[in-house]
C-alpha cells in the first residue's frame, strides 16, 4: 500500500515537487549562466590580447632590425641584434614556448604499432592553455547553489550551466575550425595551433551536452520514469531535436579520436562535416522551440560558419575562374621516389608569402575534397594571343596579352588522394596528365625571416616544399641588399637521390641567382643510398652526405658562425622537428635565436 501524506500518495507529491525542474527555466540561474560565459569569454580574449601584444612588440622590434641591418655584414649594427639584452624572454622561449611537454617529444607521432597512431603531444605552452581551458569550464559547471537542498532544482541548474557552456564553446571551435579565420593573420598563429584547440574544444563540447542530457533524463526519470522519458522521445519536437543532436556529437566523439582519424581521413572527415551540421541544425531548432536564451550564440555560430564558406566559394570563384582567361588547368607529372609535382595554370594573377599553403580540389580523384599543400614555387610569363593559336589577322597581333601564374606543389604518395593521384598519373605512358581542378588559397600566416642574419632552415622529405619559398625570398633580397640575411643554410634529407629531383628545376633557377655563392650554403642527405657513387658534391656550397643530418651539430656550428639574430625553422617529420627544437633549447644563448617549425597534426 502506498504511504499517503494528507490523503495524497508520496510519489505523487515527489512527482509534483520535481515535475517543474524537467522543462523551461525553473531551476536554471541564468544570471550566473551569462556571468560563467563572459567569464569564459574574456579570459580567452585577455590570453589572446597578450599574445597580441607580444606580436606587435616583436614586430616592432624585427621592423627595426630589418631597417636597421640591411646590407650589413658584420658591422656593429648586426653584432648589437645578435646579443640578447636580457635573460628573460630567452627563458621563457626556451621553457614554456618552444618547450615540448616533457623532455623531447612533441611532433613525433605516438604510434601503438606501425598500423595505429594515436597522435602528437602538445607542447608545453599549449597545454597550459589547455589545462585553463578545462578547468575554466570545470569550475563554471560546478559554480552551483549548493545551499538549496533540492536534488532537482541542483540538476536543473546543472542542465542550465552544461547546455548554455556547451553552446558558448561550440561558437570558438567553428570559429577555430575556420580555413578564413582572421585570429590566424592577426595573432600570427598558425591553422594547426587552431585545429588543437577546436579539436580539445569539442570534446568539451561534447561532454558538457552529454552531462545535459543526463541532467534533464535524471529528472525527468524522478518526475515520471521511463514512460515519461520515452514519451518526452516521442512526441515532444523540443526533446527530439535537443536528443538527435547530442547523438551526432556523441558520434562525431567516438569516430574522433586519432588512429581513426589517421587510419580513414577521407571517410572521418566527410562524417565529421555532415554530423556537425546536423547538431548544429538541431541545436538551432532545440533552442528555437525552447525558446531558450542561448538561440543569439547558436545564430553567431551558424553566421560564423556561413562566413567561413561563402568567403571560400567566393575566393575559389574569383582566384580560378576569368571570362577572359578561362579556368584553371593543372598538370600532374609522377616523379622518381614516389611524387607528383603538381603544376596549377591561373587565370589571375596570385601573391603569396613565403610558406603558405593552398587547398587543391581535383573531382577526377577525390571528387569535392581538398587537401592542403605548401607552395613550392611560382612563376609569372606573360602570354601574347598569338602563344596560344595561330592569328588568323593582323587583328589578333594587337589583342593584349595577359600575364599568366603558375604555382606548383610536391605531393609525396602516401595513402588515399595522394595514393591515388599518383597512381592516375604513373599509369600514362608520359606519366605526366592534365586534370580539372581548383585552387583555393592561399593561407597561412605571413613569416618574414629578412631582419635576421643568419638563416637556418631544415627540411625532410617533401617538407622542401615550405622552405624553397623563403630561401628564393631572401636571395632575391640579399642581390637587392634589402634584407639583414647574411648567412643561410638550408639541410634537407630525403630517403633517396631520385627524390632529389623533386624540386630539381628550381634549385638550379635558385643557384644560378645572384649572390647565391655568398650567402647560400645547401646541405643533401641521402638516408638510403643505392651506392656510395650517389654522394657527389657538385660544389663547396651544395654538398651531399650519406646517412641522416645531426641537427645538434648544425645548429650549435651555425651558432658559432652568426651573424646578427638568428632564425631556425623546421618543416618535415615529428622527429626531425623534435631534435630541431631540442637543439635550439640547448644553445648556451646570450645571443638572440628563434625557432618555428611547419606542421599539421591532424
Keep these: 500500500m502506498a504511504t ?5 500518495p508520496v510519489s505523487a507529491i515527489s512527482e509534483a515537487a520535481v515535475l517543474p525542474y524537467t522543462y523551461g527555466l525553473a531551476g536554471v540561474d541564468i544570471s550566473v549562466d551569462n556571468m560563467s560565459s563572459k567569464g569564459l569569454y574574456t579570459s580567452i580574449a585577455l590570453i589572446f590580447l597578450a599574445i597580441l601584444i607580444i606580436r606587435l612588440a616583436q614586430m616592432g622590434i624585427a621592423h627595426l632590425r630589418h631597417l636597421t641591418s640591411m646590407g650589413e655584414s658584420s658591422s656593429g649594427i648586426q653584432k648589437y641584434w645578435s646579443q640578447d639584452r636580457g635573460s628573460f624572454w630567452s627563458a621563457v622561449k626556451s621553457d614554456l614556448l618552444y618547450a615540448p611537454l616533457g623532455k623531447k617529444r612533441h611532433n613525433r607521432e605516438v604510434q601503438l604499432s606501425n598500423a595505429v597512431n594515436v597522435g602528437t603531444i602538445p607542447s608545453r605552452f599549449d597545454t597550459l592553455l589547455l589545462g585553463l581551458y578545462l578547468t575554466s569550464n570545470t569550475v563554471y559547471c560546478l559554480l552551483l547553489n549548493y545551499s538549496v537542498m533540492d536534488k532537482a532544482a541542483i540538476m536543473a541548474e546543472i542542465r542550465g550551466r552544461t547546455g548554455h ?10 570559429l577555430f575550425a575556420g580555413r578564413n579565420n582572421p585570429l590566424i593573420s592577426l595573432f600570427g598563429l598558425s591553422f594547426d595551433t587552431f585545429n588543437l584547440f577546436h579539436r580539445w574544444g569539442g570534446r568539451i563540447v561534447i561532454v558538457e551536452a552529454l552531462a545535459h542530457t543526463v541532467a534533464w533524463g535524471i529528472n525527468e526519470h524522478a518526475a515520471k520514469g521511463w514512460d515519461g522519458i520515452n514519451s518526452a522521445f516521442a512526441t515532444s519536437s523540443f526533446i527530439q531535436f535537443g536528443l538527435i543532436g547530442t547523438v551526432a556529437l556523441l558520434i562525431m566523439l567516438f569516430q574522433s579520436p586519432s588512429a581513426i582519424r589517421h587510419a580513414f581521413y577521407e571517410t572521418f572527415l566527410h562524417c565529421h562535416q555532415v554530423l556537425a551540421l546536423i547538431a548544429l541544425i538541431c541545436i538551432f531548432y532545440h533552442a528555437k522551440i525552447g525558446l531558450l536564451p542561448q538561440l543569439p550564440y547558436v545564430i553567431a555560430i551558424i553566421c560564423i560558419w556561413s562566413y567561413d564558406r561563402l568567403f571560400r566559394w567566393a575566393r575559389i570563384l574569383y582566384r580560378n575562374v576569368s571570362l577572359r582567361n578561362g579556368l584553371t588547368k593543372i598538370t600532374v607529372e609522377a616523379l622518381p621516389g614516389d611524387a607528383c ?23 577526377a580523384v577525390s571528387l569535392w575534397m581538398s587537401h592542403p599543400f605548401s607552395i613550392a614555387w611560382s612563376s609569372t610569363r606573360v602570354v601574347r594571343p598569338t602563344d596560344e593559336k595561330l592569328p588568323l589577322s593582323t587583328a589578333d597581333f594587337a589583342l593584349p596579352s595577359r600575364p599568366c601564374t603558375s604555382l606548383s606543389f610536391i605531393i609525396a604518395k602516401r595513402s588515399g588522394m595522394t595514393a591515388s593521384l599518383y597512381a592516375l598519373a604513373a599509369s600514362h605512358p608520359s606519366r605526366s596528365i592534365q586534370l580539372s581542378g581548383l585552387l583555393e588559397g592561399p593561407y597561412g600566416p605571413a613569416h618574414s625571416l629578412h631582419s635576421y642574419g643568419t638563416v637556418l632552415l631544415f627540411a ?7 622552405q624553397l619559398g623563403h630561401v628564393r625570398a631572401l636571395l632575391a633580397a640579399y642581390a637587392a641588399g634589402t634584407t639583414a640575411v647574411r648567412r643561410i643554410t638550408l639541410v634537407w634529407t630525403v630517403r633517396s637521390a ?21 650567402a647560400l650554403n645547401v646541405l643533401l642527405f641521402i638516408t638510403k643510398p643505392a651506392t656510395s657513387r650517389e654522394i657527389r658534391s657538385p660544389s663547396e656550397r651544395v ?54 617549425e611547419e606542421a599539421f597534426t591532424w
Excluded at 557552456?165 to 567553428?174: D, P
Excluded at 609535382?341 to 573531382?363: D, E, K, Q, S
Aim: charged share 20%; hydrophobic share 45%; glycine share 12%.
Design 460 to 466: 625532410g622529405g617533401a617538407g622542401i616544399t615550405h
Design 543 to 596: 654538398r651531399m652526405f650519406p646517412g641522416r643530418p645531426k641537427p645538434q651539430w648544425l645548429v650549435e656550428e651555425a651558432w658559432r658562425k652568426r651573424v646578427g639574430a638568428m632564425s631556425v625553422g623546421v618543416c618535415g617529420p615529428g622527429a626531425l622537428a623534435d631534435d630541431v627544437r631540442a637543439a635550439v633549447r640547448g644553445l648556451d644563448t646570450g645571443g638572440v635565436v628563434d625557432f618555428w
Design 498 to 518: 631520385e627524390q632529389l629531383e623533386w624540386v630539381r628545376p628550381w634549385m638550379d633557377d635558385m643557384l644560378a641567382m645572384p649572390g647565391r655563392r655568398e
Design 4 to 8: 499517503m501524506t494528507n490523503g495524497i
Design 165 to 174: 557552456l556547451s553552446i558558448v564553446n561550440a561558437v570558438l571551435i567553428f
Design 341 to 363: 609535382r603538381v603544376t596549377c595554370f591561373l587565370p589571375r594573377p596570385w601573391f603569396y608569402n613565403p610558406g603558405m599553403h593552398a587547398y587543391i580540389y581535383l573531382p
